[in-house]
């Protein structure tokens, strides 16, 4: 008998799997927030999260998942009756325009068809349209739809447009993707701890830009729990404001030691691999790449019209202790989404598509060749970097 927790792969975007250094971490006794040790931490986390942020800024830690971390970023920096320009590829694109909308600000959103990115022409036109837009939106990775966004091209464009603050949220696009906050001017970047951090759900990580700061001076939507002028001052003073997370801040400190030692370059060049793995298996199973601007943290898979996609994925649960993510509202049962964040190994790789090409199989699938999927995958998965 196989034990489910054991040999369980989780090959989803979000959550993703830990290695076994920081499931350890994860395992030590408590650490009180208020101790030296403790705050030693601190200290050695919030560099880390400058170096992957690559920002001068304070990156703030708050419990919450990373949707925490997208209300702080327009509570604190816009009022009610601001303009918003959102940008919507899919479901996360949608909720932090629903969420501007419900804190009092006047939305416009740009719907782009499913499975693409915004295009620059679009933008460009509306924000000459309208001058007085406060925040532009944008996912770097849309997960739902496993698309990608020209992030740096609309730094670019917001140049000529200063009034409006750059919001970016990064949460599977950091650390997949390079995505230098000060060098392309974004103004608040947001994260979260169970993508590319390797760590269980539940922290959220923000950085506001000097203009956003500004901002926040003036800024009237109503905030509490995520009053980001209290997290900074008592940052400053070492501390986070609530208790901090501490098993989870005590893991980050490995994960940081693990990222640097390794690299930005080889951290990116692992997801790049398993993403180009991916595609190339997937296209000789016979499924097309969903998203015409296809992320490097998430593929979208294709499925036929005959093969339900949640029986799949029950079926790969079930029988091989696979997990994959399925589609969501018009994709729903349509697509498989395949995460390339955290640690997995090739193995795991090779695992989850034999147990793809054989469920398919067992789906009446025709055409299926086990073997040429395989062949496909180590190809391109010996090219390396492995996981380390
Ligand atoms: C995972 C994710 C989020 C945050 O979702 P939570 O469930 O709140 O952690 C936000 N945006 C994108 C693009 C994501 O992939």
Redesign the pocket.
């Known amino acids: 008998m196989q034990n489910k927790l054991t040999s369980y792969r989780l090959l989803t ?2 959550p993703v799997p830990l290695p076994t250094e920081v499931l350890n971490a994860l395992a030590q006794p408590i650490l009180h927030h208020r101790t030296p040790e403790f705050e030693a931490i601190l200290q050695r986390v919030w560099a880390g999260l400058k170096w992957i942020f690559e920002t001068e800024q304070q990156v703030m830690m708050l419990t919450s ?4 971390a ?1 209300e702080a970023a327009l509570v604190n920096t816009l009022s009610p009756g601001d303009s918003v320009l959102a940008v919507i590829n899919g479901k ?1 694109g949608e ?1 932090w325009a629903d969420m501007a909308e419900r804190f009092g600000a006047i939305v416009t959103r740009i719907q782009v068809p499913w499975g693409e990115s915004v295009q620059i022409a679009q933008l460009q036109s509306e924000l000459k349209k309208t001058g007085d837009y406060k925040a532009l939106l944008v ?1 770097a ?3 739902s739809t496993a698309t990608q966004n020209p992030i740096f091209e609309i730094g670019q464009l917001l140049k000529n447009h200063p009034q409006c603050l750059f919001m970016v ?1 990064a ?2 696009g950091l650390g997949a993707m390079t995505l230098p906050m000060d060098q392309w001017g974004i103004d608040v970047m947001v994260a ?1 701890s ?2 590319a951090f390797m760590l269980p ?1 539940g922290l ?1 990580f923000i950085a506001l830009s000097d203009k956003a700061w500004q901002a926040q001076k003036h800024a009237k939507m109503p905030r509490y729990y995520f009053d980001l002028e209290l997290e900074l001052k008592a940052n400053k003073k070492g501390q986070t404001y609530f208790s901090s997370a501490n098993s989870h801040t005590v893991a980050l400190d490995v994960v940081f030691q693990r990222f640097i030692k390794r690299g930005k370059n080889l951290i990116k060049a692992r997801c790049e691999i398993l993403a180009e793995a991916t595609r190339a298996a997937g296209q000789a199973l016979g499924l097309k790449v969903y998203s015409k601007s296809p992320a490097v943290s998430v593929t979208a898979l294709e499925l036929p019209v005959s093969v339900d996609g949640q029986k799949l994925r029950d079926h790969l649960e079930k029988k091989y202790f696979v997990t994959f993510m399925g589609g969501q509202d018009q994709l729903q049962g349509k697509i498989l989404r395949i995460g390339h964040l955290g640690y997995i190994t090739d193995e795991d790789m090779r695992a989850g598509f034999t147990s793809l090409a054989e469920s398919l199989k067992e789906f009446k699938m025709p055409g299926i060749q086990t073997p040429l999927v395989l062949d496909t995958l180590n190809h391109i998965l010996a090219r390396g970097p492995h996981a380390d």
Request: charge should be neutral; aromatic fraction near 4%.
């Open positions: 975007p979000g998942t990373g949707s925490g997208m996360f909720r996912q990775v849309e997960t949220d949460i599977t979260g169970q993508k759900t959220s």
